[in-house]
């Protein structure tokens, strides 16, 4: 049972555009939520998260929004750029345990 | 500080033989997760451990089993070895945060292949 889902597998970008990534969750115990991002051949590294207590957190080129009552959140990338091409995995906590979504490929073109 | 630490990064086997992965967590972590991903899967989680005792499980067959020492270094193993087993295995050390939330940081996983 998927309880975090990314329904879009992929995403095209041209560089200088913003990205904006979904994420919905279905477990409402969830009260942490990430954002990995992940290359070839390598793991996934942490990007930003946020708590359930806040609706918004930025971190430079990333801003990750949470609307709790539709159970959705979003990762905004801007400006995107060509480095910011990888795949982009949503995860949410309920204290111990991580649930990931499937993944989005983010492609950024020149 | 040192990052989590995977070894082997590949592995090729057969059907029916049996695998051990090991992962060494960053200094100071006692939380150890594995996941399995697969491609359109994401990340599969298999099992956590925290001072050497399963505090979580995920919904995996009993061919898929690990253990943590009292170093933190956990190790995986799969028995049987099936050719769906084949996946990038992947290795993540907890920290909690000072919201006391789970932060996860991986490894860069083994790629396993069974033939």
């Known amino acids: 049972d998927q309880q975090v889902k990314q329904n879009s597998p992929s995403l095209s970008v041209q560089e200088g555009r913003i990205s904006i990534l979904n994420c919905d969750y279905t477990n409402s115990m969830f009260d942490y939520f990430l954002w990995y991002k992940k290359y070839p051949a390598e793991g996934p590294t942490f990007l930003i998260s946020i708590s359930s207590i806040k609706d918004k957190n930025e971190d430079g080129r990333f801003t990750v929004f949470l609307n709790k009552s539709a159970k959705h959140l979003s990762l905004h990338i801007v400006p995107s750029q060509p480095g910011d091409s990888a795949v982009y995995f949503c995860a949410a906590s309920d204290n111990y345990k991580l649930s990931f979504g499937a993944g989005t490929t983010v492609t950024v073109r020149a | 500080k040192a990052g989590v630490t995977q070894t082997p990064r590949y592995l090729i086997k057969t059907r029916g033989q049996q695998v051990t992965l090991s992962c060494s967590p960053i200094s100071g972590h006692r939380s150890v997760s594995w996941y399995q991903q697969t491609p359109g899967q994401g990340l599969q989680f298999l099992f956590e451990?925290?001072?050497?005792?399963?505090?979580n499980k995920g919904n995996f067959p009993g061919r898929f089993s690990g253990r943590q020492f009292s170093n933190s270094r956990s190790e995986m193993n799969v028995s049987t070895l099936e050719l769906g087993d084949s996946a990038l295995y992947l290795c993540a050390s907890s920290r909690r945060t000072s919201g006391n939330h789970n932060e996860q940081f991986f490894g860069p996983g083994t790629r396993l292949t069974v033939l």
């Open positions: 451990y925290f001072s050497e005792t399963q505090r």
